[in-house]
């Protein structure tokens, strides 16, 4: 089983659980489809323009999502200009539909990210219309793990939203 694992640079795993009122099999397929992931990815004051995602899901594939900074107010505080693109080139490790896909990304120092990251998330069914999401990601250094779990968090937060439309 692939899952995130701390490391002496960054010890800091993440593990966020949600429960959305949608079947497993829809839930999945936020995940790969380039048109429901771009609707989704990103926290907020940032977007993912559909040309900027490219999946293919199957072992060794991409998993490549670029936001793009929208918000004034966050570009004046991260000292960017608005419209600073964030890459996350991210490969697909495993996957087994409807239930499981394991990415990863190497590391990004000049972003804070000094380790390459493992993503997983599992999909449980809680019956035929409730789907359990189970995200473990890591590992992250002390200053980073705050704002990957925001970003986690407020990204989440949209897909319950799309789910629930």
């Not at 960054?10 to 380039?34: G, H, K, Q, S, W």
Request: aromatic letters at 6%; glycine letters at 6%.
């Amino acid at each position: 089983m692939i899952r995130p694992m701390p490391t002496d640079r960054a010890n800091r795993i993440l593990e966020i659980t949600r429960t959305y009122d949608a079947p497993r099999e829809e839930v999945f397929r936020y995940l790969v489809e380039p048109a429901l992931i771009a609707q989704w990815w990103g926290p907020d004051g940032f977007s993912t323009p559909v040309d900027h995602v490219l999946v293919e899901a199957r072992p060794g594939g991409p998993h490549r999502k670029t936001m793009v900074l929208e918000s004034a107010e966050i570009a004046a505080g991260m000292g960017v200009p608005v419209g600073t693109p964030f890459p996350d080139s991210a490969v697909v490790l495993e996957i087994l539909p409807p239930e499981l896909l394991v990415l990863t990304s190497e590391a990004q120092p000049e972003m804070g990210l000094v380790e390459r990251t493992v993503t997983r998330i599992e999909l449980h069914a809680e019956g035929p219309n409730r789907t359990r999401l189970v995200l473990v990601d890591g590992p992250y250094a002390d200053m980073m793990a705050p704002h990957a779990e925001s970003g986690w968090t407020q990204q989440l937060a949209k897909l319950e939203r799309l789910l629930a439309s």
